[in-house]
């Protein structure tokens, strides 16, 4: 787990507006009962995808089936503790593309409610957020947990107020480190 955790305290120490957040999942890293597991009702990790295109100035976001809004490409760990390999499986299962790439650093964190669902009771995820970077082919297939799948651009999403507050969040994340002509985690595009 020290990685991990390694990793939440440099992200922290990028984004220190997300220090309390990183607390959290670091915090979750010691629990007892594994918290990569999705039985683990009381909170669970979750991985997802900030997935850009090659022209860096679209995401591809998902209609989710289940919570009827649009988010990033994501879903859970389900015992894997590299969360950027799940945020890289979900990414590529959920779009059906192929050649994609994820950054091995944290790009966003997100502790969110899940309402209950049929016979799953309302729990916590803790949603670990990488870049995932689109190859050749954007041409995505729609699958089974997305009622739609669409290329966003992400300065309309930072701006959209409708928009899930956490997209809002990591569009505006990416414009700041784009406008100073580099990427989210400032190295060169």
């Not at 809004?69 to 593309?97: C, F, M, N, P, T």
């Amino acid at each position: 787990m020290e990685p991990l955790a390694n990793a939440f305290e440099a992200h922290a120490r990028r984004c220190p507006d997300q220090r309390d957040v990183a607390e959290a999942f670091i915090a979750l890293l010691g629990d007892t009962e594994d918290p990569f597991l999705r039985e683990r009702l009381a909170g669970h990790f979750t991985a997802s995808a900030w997935l850009v295109a090659r022209d860096r100035r679209r995401v591809l976001l998902t209609h989710h089936r289940k919570l009827g809004i649009w988010v990033q490409l994501g879903g859970h760990a389900d015992g894997d503790r590299d969360l950027a390999r799940v945020a890289l499986r979900e990414a590529e299962e959920e779009s059906g593309l192929s050649g994609l790439r994820v950054d091995p650093e944290i790009y966003d964190l997100d502790r969110h409610w899940i309402p209950e669902r049929k016979d799953v009771p309302g729990h916590w995820h803790y949603d670990v957020r990488y870049v995932v970077h689109a190859g050749n082919d954007e041409a995505f297939v729609v699958g089974e947990e997305s009622h739609a799948l669409a290329w966003r651009d992400i300065d309309a999403i930072a701006v959209d107020a409708e928009a899930d507050m956490s997209l809002r969040r990591m569009a505006r994340k990416w414009l700041r480190g784009s406008a100073l002509g580099r990427d989210a985690f400032g190295g060169q595009p």
